[in-house]
Nanobody, 117 residues
Framework: QVQLVESGGGSVQAGGSLRLSCAAS????????MAWFRQAPGKEREEVAA???????SYADSVKGRFTISKDNDKNTLDLHMASLKPEDTARYYC???????????WGQGTQVTVSP
């Protein structure tokens, strides 16, 4: 069994920064791909950033140049550093791991990020 636990959410003013962390435990492999998703009220869940087994990263166009995803295989953690935050970044952010068949198998409970104007 795998557990993913997010931390680091909170409230910040526009232009500020936050760092989210996700800790993986249980039957976890450092070779698993991981990603951050977000979902705002009334909107579909969207993939924000991802990192694959060899460290190749990808970002949604809306966050390119502002967000940075990183993975620490020694600590089994996944971070998302978010800078120049905008009100439209307000959402609940979820950590996901082990992509198989295009679908992530493991999910955290999420952490709320609120950006005020």
């Amino acid at each position: 069994q795998v557990q993913l636990v997010e931390s680091g959410g909170g409230s910040v003013q526009a232009g500020g920064s936050l760092r989210l962390s996700c800790a993986a435990s249980g039957d976890w492999s450092t070779y698993y791909s991981m990603a951050w998703f977000r979902q705002a009220p009334g909107k579909e869940r969207e993939e924000v950033a991802a990192i694959d087994a060899v460290g190749i990263v990808s970002y949604a166009d809306s966050v390119k140049g502002r967000f940075t995803i990183s993975k620490d295989n020694d600590k089994n953690t996944l971070d998302l550093h978010m800078a120049s935050l905008k009100p439209e970044d307000t959402a609940r952010y979820y950590c996901a791991g082990f992509r198989r068949g295009g679908v992530y198998q493991y999910w955290g409970q999420g952490t709320q990020v609120t950006v005020s104007p």
